[in-house]
């Protein structure tokens, strides 16, 4: 049963009415935020604010107040001639005052490569995310949680990595289009359209965001080697942080150079941004990592000497066994991660042995978390 | 004729080189960056770093150094067994003691309302974009130092904003699809799609990153009304930084919560992000500013009082016609803005006095600022 919750009484305070609830929590409500919340100024369809705040001065104020027989806040203004109903349910679950109090829970769970021996937290049946909606939200809970997913027995069509993504939502594209082709090509524009090794590595770190989530479609592997890796850049990063904080802090303070000069694109890319960043609750944002694309560095020559120690250590961490997880793609495989959090990188591959073609896509991270609010219900 | 600086010494110096120039500059090269950006280490089509810093230790440094007689810096490292060679004139261009010394310049050029009256300055004719690649550069130039452009006389075939904005790169996809059609619809999803007024915003502020360029195709504009309105959100933010300094140190600082629940889309998009940003340089970076699509503010209560009144401060300014310009868009009209800059709005209109059709099209700031570096032959 949904706990309700009675206003016990309202007061003035100052530009605020503050009201005491039956559970003994208090709440405070500034008079331009009620004002502007005012249910009556969104609009039906579009759900948009249609109130318009320059309507009313910033001395605008309740000229009364009351809790009305159904138990809602009824104000009268003190301009416009209007008069404001809130539901207390409403102002319970909106009171800044209580969401202030609770404390930040990060929805990532870090993992190194203990979670070679619990394949099963990040793999899921093609058939089970499109049979319905239960599988789609376990699906994009290993993507927003643990960064990572492995989607088996996928059909191995070309192209059709289409079919299962627009569950979720449109996709990111690039200058690589959609869907690029990961395979062995003259004169690469990048060196994943070789068989060689790639370090480990986030894609398309010279945007201003990088794609949130890279899906490759595995449709054929015969080729020997080109084992995958993945990496989670939060989980090194936080043994970073705990281990190193010198080298963290300087990670994080110092905007690094990244180039893009594809000479297949009549563009040049240039994003300065650190390689770790930090959300609004300290939580974790991005690990912006590919040192093939990494600029020359032009930080200040101050920072220069310790920049490139932490820089290499970071570098080091990225690439300990300690963290790494490695699989080999079969066909019907479709690897999905959040290219912000995720590094992957993989083995060199003999091109002689065996065809090897997988099919890449991006979306970004606002679909994936939008479509899990969406899945959960989430009243934001 | 380009100047040439030649190196007059060099000398060890800690864990850097210190280079002396003929003309009296000095510059520092730290052993670790000299060793990562040796030209040895980059694929010839990928123009991707492929040497790993990780095959040589935090300890490396030059065993011998010397000018050789092409007046290259020629290095033999105490490790890998490896000499580098690095071109003088290479050095000087990315001498990052010189780069920090360099005061930074705006590429911005602010406007109010003033403008008005040099329309020329923003408006650019359909034939001279496609017409060449200088053509395209005055274009784009607009858009990323004025952040605003009017092309005239452009075809007026649905869907052909398409070969315009190919000239640039591939586009932003959104929910809307590409492109979108501003029209009056019943039921509308966004109140753009009615005949109402809309008061100054941008688009899309609900995502991480909202779409950096926003392209309005005008089709058809038969109907009376719907004068568009235009306000360049950096003056504003200058503006306000100038004379409420406490209100624009606020707003800098607190985060605002913006949500999207569109009917049409099986999706909730929540996001948390300042109204006004800056970039590394202190110079301003967004301005994200939609007050239909602002949620239920819930930042803490000590902030709540001041921050509403410094949200209404900017709401005003924002709608002084002392910043605002309008035009009334014509068919063949494709109006082209930095939608995380300028502010678009329109006037209501009457949609029984005739048609009214707009295309609307996005495309990321990355794709205007690449191809601009590109045309001008930046070398970052």
Redesign the interface.
């Known amino acids: 049963m949904h706990e309700t919750y009675k206003i016990s009484s309202v007061s003035k305070n100052?530009?605020?009415l503050l009201v005491d609830w039956n559970d003994g929590e208090k709440s405070?409500y500034?008079f331009?935020?009620l004002r502007?919340?005012c249910p009556s100024g969104v609009?039906p369809?579009?759900?948009?604010?249609?109130f318009?705040?320059?309507t009313v001065t910033?001395n605008i104020h309740p000229k009364s107040y009351e809790i009305n027989p159904e138990g809602m806040l009824e104000i009268e203004w003190s301009e416009g001639d209007h008069i404001s109903k809130y539901d207390s349910k409403w102002l319970r679950h909106?009171c800044?005052?209580l969401?202030?109090k609770e404390s930040y829970k990060s929805p990532y769970t870090l993992w190194d490569n203990s979670m070679q021996n619990s394949f099963e937290k990040i793999t899921i049946d093609y058939e089970e995310i499109i049979s319905g909606d239960e599988g789609l939200k376990k699906w994009l809970e290993q993507l927003h949680y643990l960064g990572i997913s492995l989607v088996k027995n996928a059909p191995t069509e070309k192209d059709s990595g289409f079919d299962l993504l627009k569950n979720i939502?449109?996709?990111?594209?690039?200058?690589f289009k959609t869907p690029f082709q990961v395979i062995d090509i003259p004169?690469?524009?990048?060196?994943a359209?070789?068989a060689k090794d790639l370090?480990n590595h986030i894609d398309l770190p010279y945007?201003?965001?990088a794609p949130?989530y890279q899906f490759l479609h595995c449709l054929i592997n015969e080729a020997a080697g080109g084992q995958s890796i993945a990496v989670d850049g939060f989980r090194v990063a936080l043994y970073l942080k705990e281990n190193f904080n010198d080298y963290f802090n300087i990670l994080l303070n110092t905007?690094v150079?990244f180039?893009n000069?594809?000479?297949t694109?009549?563009?040049?890319?240039?994003?300065?941004a650190p390689l770790i960043t930090l959300d609004?609750n300290n939580d974790f944002n991005d690990i912006r990592f590919s040192?093939?694309?990494?600029?020359?560095?032009?930080?200040?020559?101050d920072k220069?000497?310790k920049f490139?120690?932490a820089?290499?250590k970071l570098?080091?961490l990225l690439?300990d066994e300690k963290f790494e997880i490695n699989f080999r793609l079969e066909p019907g495989d479709i690897y999905s991660f959040n290219n912000r959090r995720v590094l992957h990188g993989r083995k060199e591959y003999d091109p002689n042995s065996g065809e090897r073609h997988l099919q890449g896509y991006y979306i970004?991270?606002?679909?994936i978390?939008?479509?899990l609010?969406?899945l959960n219900k989430?009243n934001?």
Do not use: Q
């Open positions: 100052g530009s605020s405070t500034n331009l935020w502007d919340n609009h369809t579009a759900r948009e604010r249609t318009n705040l320059l910033e909106n800044y005052t969401k202030n939502s449109h996709h990111r594209e690039t200058f004169n690469p524009n990048n060196s359209y070789t370090r945007y201003e965001i949130g905007p150079k180039v000069r594809d000479y694109a009549n563009t040049i890319r240039v994003m300065h609004r040192a093939a694309y990494m600029g020359v560095m032009d930080c200040s020559p220069m000497d490139y120690i820089y290499r570098l080091e690439h970004d991270r606002d679909e978390i939008g479509r609010n969406f989430v934001p």
